[in-house]
């Protein structure tokens, strides 16, 4: 039998209660991409397009679509790759994704997500549900899924609502926030659209940033990758920010289906008192809203913070100069969405592993044995 990690899925369709469910390692699916972006949830971490990005630094995608009537209704897409000594790790990335009228339709993909897994030699299988989908997480537990020890994304994050005009946004930040944007407005600097030419600067202030704070950081060639992936839809930008010529800040975002996400933001250290971060946030605001993107989102905050100020706690002292008290700083909204769930294949280690407290199991210890999982699978 080939090892886990060099099998690859025998595509195939079949009829299923009335349902064609087609299973597909295709690297481009845009009847799949389409359907993702229109529907309730839809995120971009779902689509083909990011299958292929990730498939360059070794997950492979494959995925299950269920169509009626010619029409795409659900569906997931799993990426995948070899885990030591328990064959190969599957993430399924804020899925599975079902039309708004269907959501019978969970317990159909669930199965054939499970199945697909087990024909591929998955051991362990992760599943985060798309923003707000909070409903799946009991059609999860029926399927012998459990809380799992690490989320594959932040389950908290900053969302600001473009329906509000200009002046309302800026009045719904905070007056430190309003403060550190006047300098930024310096006639100085400025805050352009960047192409896939700009890319060696986010790669070099990328470096800059990296070496600066003791990070690793991935290959330059994912970010050409990514960008090649998602920019013939429109699902990426770029914005850098430059003080008389010298790029300082730069961003990544990813707008699809309604929210404009930001997805990262590298910084030189320079001109720290012009404070080009908060102006190239805001910048990316403003762009958003005139492209009629209903939400932008800053793509997570700290779960522990999220939940102290929900509950009206205020921010401590240790956590005021933080990159999500930054965020917060904006004036959105705190989302929670739902947390990831684990499947062990295994029926005797499901057992046991079922039985581990959910508060040992996301010990801190166990979630950095499990962390570089979560950050190449994100």
């Known amino acids: 039998m080939a090892p886990a990690a060099d099998r690859r899925i025998v595509p195939s369709t079949r009829e299923v209660d009335g349902y064609l469910v087609r299973v597909s390692d295709d690297p481009d699916d845009p009847t799949w991409d389409d359907f993702v972006e229109k529907a309730p949830g839809g995120h971009h971490a779902q689509t083909s397009a990011w299958g292929r990005a990730r498939a360059s630094i070794g997950w492979m995608p494959v995925r299950v679509v269920v169509s009626r009537d010619g029409s795409v209704v659900g569906g997931a897409q799993m990426v995948r790759r070899p885990m030591p000594a328990a064959g190969d790790v599957g993430f399924v990335h804020r899925g599975p994704v079902v039309a708004a009228d269907r959501p019978e339709l969970v317990d159909l993909v669930f199965d054939e997500v499970i199945a697909m897994g087990k024909s591929l030699g998955v051991g362990y299988l992760v599943v985060q549900p798309p923003p707000g989908a909070h409903w799946m997480t009991g059609e999860l537990q029926r399927h012998g899924f459990r809380h799992g020890a690490f989320d594959i994304d932040m389950t908290s994050t900053i969302r600001i609502d473009l329906r509000a005009d200009l002046e309302e946004l800026m009045a719904r930040m905070s007056k430190k926030r309003r403060q550190h944007l006047r300098p930024a407005l310096d006639p100085g600097i400025t805050v352009r659209r960047g192409t896939e030419d700009d890319l060696p600067i986010f790669s070099r202030l990328k470096d800059i940033q990296s070496a600066r704070l003791g990070y690793a950081r991935r290959s330059p060639d994912y970010y050409e990758v990514l960008w090649r992936a998602m920019a013939p839809r429109g699902h990426i930008g ?141």
């Open 238 to 378: 770029l914005l850098v920010a430059e003080y008389e010529g010298e790029p300082v800040v730069a961003q990544l975002v990813i707008p699809f289906g309604e929210v404009c996400r930001h997805m990262e933001r590298v910084w030189s250290g320079a001109h720290t008192e012009l404070r080009l971060s908060e102006r190239i946030e805001w910048e990316d605001i403003k762009w958003a809203k005139s492209q009629g993107y209903r939400f932008t989102d800053f793509e997570g905050i700290e779960p522990e913070l999220a939940n102290a100020i929900l509950r009206g706690e205020g921010v401590g002292n240790d956590q005021k100069y933080s990159a999500s008290v930054f965020k917060l700083r904006f004036g959105g909204d705190i989302v929670i969405d739902p947390p990831s769930f684990d499947y062990v294949y295994n029926p005797l280690l499901r057992f046991a592993y079922h039985r581990i407290p959910v508060r040992l199991m996301r010990s801190q210890r166990v979630r950095r044995l499990l962390f570089k999982f979560r950050e190449t699978g994100s």
